[in-house]
């Protein structure tokens, strides 16, 4: 049976990049139909929709979402990012963002675990006295116990089937003490119940350092949502660029679709260029097709990516070079 993928190319680059991922899977050998969706800035510029109930709805009965980017520089902030992007992880519960780094030169490896639909994503506060001189905005992070605990145990379980089997929480206890606190107990005991994985706790401005200098000393990281998107930039910056950084949005429970994305965003200054780099999108891809089983396939489409010699010329003739490789 064919995987049925619902494909959204999104805005600037994400077309671009997505047809490369699409390029590579077929060159795999694995079997999918891919329905498209215009959804992004440009469809919301077009007729102002951004996300129905209805293809919410569709996308229930599918086995994967795969997106290239959203968002353009002419759409206000927030509408295409709240209402598409972070609905989907809301509304399809893709409470874990998985997002793994490695070195073109393979000496360090390591994934972040991000909480993907709490903290202070979840959209919590609101404005008084608006547009006054004494206008108050408050932006608040929401933490759950239920939320916090299935991505730590997530984050657990991945630690404990790697090599390394260490597992660095990063948050920020010394100051954020409430939300801390909760991540830091639910983290502790969770582990109880993995001795065999080692733990360790970072500060999140000391892993940024860490992450420069030392990216070695991690192996799986997990943390909030908001520390987990800047971290995970950060992560893409070193460890080769962000076209090369993949992420998995996964409802680990599989009562839906999960969702894969690149890290990068729409990159709308490069459009048409051929200089983005598809390799994001298609380790993407190789994470989505893991997901759904086609572990071969996607250790296939990792090596070729790996190979440095793909790693040469237009979106896509590296997508071409990826192809051939698998
Ligand atoms: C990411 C992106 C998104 C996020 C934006 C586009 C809403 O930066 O996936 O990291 O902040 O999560
Ligand atoms: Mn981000």
């Avoid at 192996?219 to 660029?241: E, H, K, Q, R």
Wanted: glycine share 12%; proline share 6%; aromatic share 8%.
């Amino acid at each position: 049976m064919p995987h049925v993928l619902g494909v959204i190319g999104g805005d600037g680059i994400g077309p671009e990049v997505v047809a490369e991922g699409l390029k590579v899977l077929a060159a795999a050998g694995v079997q999918f139909d891919s329905v498209p969706y215009d959804l992004g800035g440009a469809r919301y510029l077009q007729d102002g929709t951004v996300l129905t109930d209805e293809i919410l709805d569709e996308w229930r009965g599918l086995d994967a979402l795969f997106v290239g980017a959203v968002g353009t520089p002419d759409v206000p902030p927030g509408v295409i990012e709240r209402g598409l992007l972070l609905r989907m992880r809301f509304e399809l519960d893709l409470y874990v963002n998985r997002r793994p780094f490695r070195d073109p030169d393979g000496s360090f490896e390591f994934e972040v675990i991000r909480e993907n639909t709490e903290g202070a994503y979840a959209g919590e506060g609101g404005f008084l006295r608006r547009h006054t001189p004494a206008e108050v905005a408050t932006q608040g992070s929401v933490n759950t116990r239920f939320g916090v605990e299935r991505c730590v145990r997530y984050a657990f379980e991945l630690a404990r089937g790697r090599p390394g089997r260490h597992l660095t929480l990063v948050h920020k206890t010394n100051v954020l003490t409430f939300a801390g606190d909760l991540w830091e107990r639910t983290f502790n005991e969770v582990a109880e119940e993995y001795p065999d994985v080692a733990t360790a706790y970072n500060h999140v401005d000391a892993a940024c350092i860490y992450l420069v200098e030392d990216p070695k000393r991690y192996d799986v990281i997990v943390t909030d949502n908001l520390f987990g998107d800047i971290l995970t930039d950060l992560g893409g910056a070193v460890s080769g660029g962000i076209g090369l950084a993949a992420s998995a949005n996964l409802n680990p429970d599989r009562t839906g679709p999960s969702m894969f994305e690149p890290v990068h965003g729409s990159a709308p200054d490069i459009v048409g260029t051929g200089r983005a780099n598809p390799t994001a999108a298609i380790l993407s891809a190789a994470m989505m097709v893991d997901f759904l089983g086609e572990t071969d396939a996607a250790s296939r489409i990792r090596a070729a990516c790996a190979d440095p010699t793909t790693q040469v010329g237009t979106t896509a003739q590296i997508g071409d070079a990826i192809s051939e490789r698998v």
